[in-house]
């Protein structure tokens, strides 16, 4: 039987780092995944996921046990994108399309089938556009659309009321459809 997450958080506040690293090893996919939504690039997502353990880490002796430890740890990845996006606000760039997307290197030199690139090209419109949508947006469809979270839990993650959530993620949608050129439907 599995160790749950939130026995594993107690184990490591009180001391055991394997615990902790048994936590990092659960959550890790998942969370990287939201930072490289919330992130320029694959350096700024693995920096935000490092912080967002580091933070965890600090702070794991405060974890009151109102959400779950997913809940809790996206939290705290959130908090720490903010607090990037501020930061670099003032010298942030365009992003640039070109290039290896996703810190990928191709090994082959074949050339790539037509589905492949269709499906890249489709990546890298969904985070362009994920890229020019505002903040609040950006987060709440990564939170519900990336990671697949409740609306309980992007509440919980966000610390605002589930209503907010419902018209953000509405608000959000209709912002997305916009910017990929698609007509707005009800």
């Given amino acids: 039987m599995q160790v749950s997450d939130q026995e594993l958080l107690r184990t490591a506040a009180g001391g055991d780092d394997d615990a902790f690293h048994a936590l990092v090893d659960r ?3 998942d969370l990287f995944r939201v930072a490289m939504s919330l992130s320029h690039n694959r350096n700024d ?16 002796k405060n974890f009151e046990g109102r959400s779950s430890v997913r809940t809790w740890l996206t939290q ?8 990037a996006w501020h930061k670099s606000r003032h010298a942030r760039a365009s992003v640039s399309l070109s ?9 082959d030199l074949a050339p790539a089938s037509d589905a492949s690139v269709r499906s890249t090209e489709q990546r890298l419109d969904v ?20 990671q697949g979270l409740s609306y309980e839990e992007i509440a919980a ?4 009321p589930r209503g907010t959530v419902e018209s ?4 959000a949608r209709a912002e997305f459809r916009q910017k990929a050129g698609e007509p707005l439907s009800g």
Avoid: C, N, W
Avoid at 76 to 81: P, S, Y
């Fill in 27 to 29: 959550h890790a996919r």
């Fill in 45 to 60: 997502a693995e920096d935000l996921l490092q912080e967002t353990f580091l933070g965890a880490y600090r702070s794991m």
């Fill in 76 to 83: 705290i990845l959130t908090r720490q994108a903010a607090k």
């Fill in 99 to 107: 290039g290896a997307q996703d810190g990928a290197e191709r090994d």
């Fill in 127 to 146: 985070k362009h556009v994920l890229a020019g949508l505002s903040p609040q947006h950006r987060e709440v469809l990564v939170l519900r659309e990336v």
């Fill in 157 to 160: 993650t966000l610390g605002v």
């Fill in 168 to 171: 953000r993620l509405s608000r």
